[in-house]
């Protein structure tokens, strides 16, 4: 079994040496690319990269959309948590006065 894998194992390596001869395309390569790209896409190339620069552009527009939508509601929400905070920190502040007054109340009526 172990014989096996070992096998595997360096038809694997091999097979990936074989590929590693094939990387990215040089100068010539492209210019190649390029002059295919031109017979296959010809006249319609104008339109073409004038379509892809819509696209990029409505990409863009969307993208700070929703980052204008992020900050817009993250300081809405911290509108309202200062809001919250005021309500609770007023309605601590009159329970504290009605039991220190309920105190003195007490108080009093013991002494009385």
């Keep these: 079994m172990d014989l ?3 096998n ?3 038809l694997l390596s091999g097979l ?3 590929l590693a001869i094939f990387g990215l395309p040089g100068g010539a390569e492209w ?3 390029l002059v295919i790209g031109l017979l296959i896409f010809g006249r319609r190339l104008p339109e073409v990269g004038r379509s892809l620069g819509r696209s990029i ?3 863009k527009r969307g993208v700070k959309g929703i980052g204008d939508e ?3 509601e993250a300081s809405q929400d911290s509108a309202t948590q200062s809001e919250t905070a005021k309500i609770t920190d ?3 502040s009159r329970e504290a006065d ?4 309920t105190a003195k109340v007490d108080a009093d009526a013991s002494t009385s």
């Design 4 to 6: 096996n894998l070992l």
């Design 8 to 10: 595997i194992d360096a």
């Design 16 to 18: 990936t040496q074989s």
């Design 31 to 33: 210019i190649v690319i």
């Design 57 to 59: 552009v409505e990409f």
């Design 70 to 72: 992020i900050d817009s």
């Design 90 to 92: 007023e309605s601590v």
């Design 98 to 101: 009605s039991v220190s007054s």
